[in-house]
């Protein structure tokens, strides 16, 4: 059996998780807890923590897994022209270190390489470690005393918990779209993953092979249930709206899985499913183990603190290569041939018979040729990045004024039509921002009378473009008259560019 330890250093306390896998990838628990330095100032703290625990698990000759939260993790998101998959690192390489600060070449850097489009043009993701957390991540890779490390995000490993079935219908549909390349404008079905620990949360929005949108949010202490769930949901559809249009695709969030123990999750299922309007699942960590009866130490087997852990090496232990490793980089492929040791023969012959000198000496010309036709064809993809930086500039800007454009004296008159007429419905205050590309958040406030109405209208401005969100109604009675009054939030999506006549069926 294989073994396998993951960690994770938030600055305070170390945790971790031991486990050996079978060649089915079942996981069987080694050990698995939190420690905490004797000097948490001491720059050396986290080293020696996770040396006393290689010493401890014996797995000075396994595979460490070092996760780090998605605030250490600096990202940017950028269209690449056509591209080989060979000339990509190189490429996603040069266009990262125009949008990172501090990145240099050799910066640790990994990208993720979303399906291109019909013209070959794709969306990647490229992230690098922040410059404050690069000396603390390479004194654990080098003085840690594994021979084999990985750095990975730890929202990431959250794919694992996705049920099995339905991450193999999805695989499946994922790879036909891959094949067939992504038009541009279908919305991709996506899981968002949220695994509630007792300090922070990790949150994941997930195709069924590539994650789309990560972030670790931090906790406060002590806070209740009921107001825990507001937070973590408000922080959720924060950093949802905040992307908007700078996703790599557009998403709809089908499903969503809720990590840890069920008092931790404890009114989270039905918060997260009124809110988009998609089922809620909920997981436990000690599912990814083999062991029924197996429990975490510390009294606390369900905490979602090691999800993550646990995610990453389940991932590790089936053979799935990581989204993102930055130990082991995507890096452009050597060129591989069968004829390799039939040549290494010839050559070892040639030699021995005194005359493989000349053809010795052919190979390095024709090694310095084909490094001047990359040299040369490294400098053209250079100036074709300069040469179109003010094109693609362009076309994203208009790309999304395109997108943000409404035609508010119609989306007010759709929006009044479907309202009760007053002076059933009476609103008070309104007003509209931006919320990304596409999309604008419109805030009012009003009185129902009598407070039905209020329920009536929110049924009918919820469709496709519209999402409407009134978290209380307050009902008090003025005069002889029962009235509501209640305060809503509306998302409105751009219905997008009008089709041509012909297509639409209207006769000119």
């Not at 109405?453 to 473009?465: H, S, W």
Request: include cysteine; hydrophobic fraction near 40%; charge should be neutral.
């Amino acid at each position: 059996m294989a073994r396998f330890l993951a960690i994770r250093w938030n600055g305070r306390s170390l945790r971790f998780v031991c486990a050996d896998a079978d060649r089915g990838g079942r996981l069987t628990l080694v050990d698995a807890g939190q420690r905490l330095p004797t000097d948490a100032q001491s720059a050396t703290a986290a080293v020696d923590l996770l040396r006393q625990i290689v010493r401890e698990t014996k797995c000075e000759k396994q595979r460490l897994l070092i996760l780090l939260g998605r605030g250490a993790i600096e990202s940017t998101t950028f269209d690449v022209p056509p591209a080989t998959e060979d000339e990509l690192p190189l490429l996603v390489r040069n266009l990262a270190q125009q949008n990172i600060a501090g990145l240099n070449e050799d910066g640790p850097l990994d990208f993720i390489a979303y399906p291109p489009r019909a013209d070959g043009s794709r969306t990647v993701s490229a992230l690098s470690i922040m410059s404050e957390e690069q000396a603390s991540v390479r004194q654990l890779r080098e003085q840690c005393g594994c021979r084999n490390v990985s750095i990975l995000v730890a929202p990431h490993s959250l794919r694992a918990f996705a049920a099995a079935s339905a991450a193999s219908a999805a695989s499946a549909d994922s790879a036909q779209s891959a094949a067939s390349g992504w038009d541009g404008q279908t919305p991709v079905e996506t899981t968002l993953l949220v695994a509630r620990g007792d300090e922070q949360a990790d949150v994941l929005v997930s195709t069924a092979t590539l994650p789309l949108l990560s972030r670790t949010i931090r906790l406060p202490n002590a806070l209740p249930q009921g107001e825990a769930a507001q937070f973590l949901i408000g922080e959720t559809q924060r950093t949802l709206i905040s992307a908007g249009g700078h996703l790599a695709q557009r998403t709809r969030i089908s499903r969503v899985v809720l990590i840890g123990s069920s008092e931790a999750t404890r009114g989270l299922a039905e918060t997260f499913t009124n809110h988009y309007q998609a089922p809620a699942e909920h997981a436990e960590v000690l599912s990814l183990l083999a062991g029924a009866s197996v429990e975490l130490p510390e009294g606390n087997p369900d905490s979602a603190d090691y999800a993550a852990l646990l995610g990453a090496i389940s991932e590790a232990a089936r053979g799935l290569r990581p989204a993102v490793d930055f130990a082991a980089p995507k890096r452009p492929q050597p060129t591989r041939s069968s004829h390799g040791r039939w040549l290494a023969a010839l050559v070892a012959v040639l030699l021995v018979a005194g005359g493989g000198t000349s053809y010795v000496w052919s190979q390095f010309d024709e090694l310095d040729g084909e490094n001047a036709r990359l040299s040369v064809r490294l400098q053209e993809l250079n100036e074709l990045i300069k040469d179109t930086e003010a094109r693609r500039a362009l076309v994203t800007a208009m790309t999304t004024w395109e997108k943000n454009r409404f035609s508010w004296p119609d989306e007010l008159l759709d929006i009044t039509t479907r309202m009760p007429a007053r002076p059933g419905i009476t609103v008070q205050q309104l007003s509209v921002s931006a919320a990304g590309p596409g999309t604008s958040v419109a805030t009012f406030s009003g009185i129902g009378k009598p407070p039905e109405l209020i329920a009536q209208m929110e049924r009918a401005l919820r469709d496709g473009r519209h999402d409407i969100r009134i978290p209380a109604i307050r009902e008090q009675l003025v005069g002889k008259e029962l009235q509501g009054s209640f305060q809503a939030t509306l998302t409105i999506r751009n219905a997008g560019p009008a089709e041509p006549a012909a297509k639409a069926g209207v006769t000119p």
